[in-house]
């Protein structure tokens, strides 16, 4: 099973009035990262708001040598295949990447293949807060580096929060308890051990015939 991690950073709030500036892919193949990603910046062909900026750090003078989203959407829809996104507020992002793949006129992606990870963790957790810092501390995962959002940083940082929610980690856990009893029951029914001596002794065979001959009816006399 193939799922792709995504994120993306962006000029502000509204797909319909902003841009995508960076976007960033990670491969999950069977729950398991394999190394491989999509990472791009871009050139929003308008200004980044300052609020944007103050999230994310990423200034149009970073991005102006950046390719436009149309250079690079073929090389992001041939990574992405047809593999399931895995996403923090899936909503948001998607509708970014579908109101650029619109301007392109290329067909949008449906919601349909995106799992909210906002909307498992608080299924997993009512109640309790689910942002991405609050599911790294919740699952003590390192997100110290993280002082400003990045899509392939935070990409990666999800990655990890995804396979906790599901379980990943416990599941391996089990998994190896499993296999060190197997093992452990396998050797012992591999250990081969001498066969005991079961016959009576001589003083056993008295005592049991003396016991017996106090019985009435015993049935070791019929």
């Given at each position: 099973?193939?799922?792709?991690?995504?994120?993306?950073?962006?000029?502000?709030?509204?797909?319909?009035?902003?841009?995508?500036?960076?976007?960033?892919?990670?491969?999950?193949?069977?729950?398991?990262?394999?190394?491989?990603?999509?990472?791009?910046?871009?050139?929003?062909?308008?200004?980044?708001?300052?609020?944007?900026?103050?999230?994310?750090?990423?200034?149009?003078?970073?991005?102006?040598?950046?390719?436009?989203?149309?250079?690079?959407?073929?090389?992001?829809?041939?990574?992405?295949?047809?593999?399931?996104?895995?996403?923090?507020?899936?909503?948001?992002?998607?509708?970014?990447i579908?109101?650029?793949?619109?301007?392109?006129?290329?067909?949008?992606?449906?919601?349909?293949?995106?799992?909210?990870?906002?909307?498992?963790?608080?299924?997993?957790?009512?109640?309790?807060?689910?942002?991405?810092?609050?599911?790294?501390?919740?699952?003590e995962?390192?997100?110290?580096?993280?002082?400003?959002?990045?899509?392939?940083?935070?990409?990666?940082?999800?990655?990890?929060?995804?396979?906790?929610?599901?379980?990943?980690?416990?599941?391996?856990?089990?998994?190896?308890?499993?296999?060190?009893?197997?093992?452990?029951?396998?050797a012992?029914?591999?250990?081969?051990?001498?066969?005991?001596?079961?016959?009576?002794?001589?003083?056993?065979?008295?005592?049991?015939?003396?016991?017996?001959?106090?019985?009435?009816?015993?049935?070791?006399?019929?």
């Amino acid at each position: 099973m193939r799922e792709i991690v995504l994120d993306t950073e962006t000029t502000g709030l509204d797909p319909s009035k902003n841009r995508i500036v960076e976007i960033a892919c990670v491969e999950l193949l069977n729950h398991v990262p394999t190394g491989r990603t999509f990472h791009k910046y871009v050139n929003p062909e308008m200004e980044i708001s300052p609020e944007a900026a103050a999230v994310h750090g990423i200034t149009n003078d970073k991005v102006k040598d950046a390719p436009v989203f149309g250079e690079i959407a073929g090389e992001f829809l041939d990574f992405a295949g047809d593999a399931k996104f895995v996403i923090h507020n899936a909503e948001f992002d998607m509708g970014f990447i579908n109101a650029e793949l619109g301007r392109l006129g290329f067909e949008k992606l449906p919601m349909s293949r995106a799992l909210d990870t906002v909307r498992l963790a608080r299924q997993k957790f009512p109640g309790a807060p689910a942002s991405l810092d609050a599911l790294c501390k919740r699952f003590e995962i390192d997100n110290s580096h993280r002082t400003l959002h990045g899509a392939l940083l935070d990409a990666d940082l999800l990655a990890q929060v995804y396979l906790e929610l599901i379980g990943g980690r416990q599941a391996r856990m089990e998994l190896g308890a499993k296999t060190q009893i197997a093992e452990t029951t396998s050797a012992r029914t591999r250990q081969i051990r001498p066969a005991r001596a079961h016959a009576p002794s001589e003083a056993e065979l008295a005592a049991h015939a003396a016991a017996v001959a106090r019985l009435k009816g015993a049935v070791w006399l019929n």
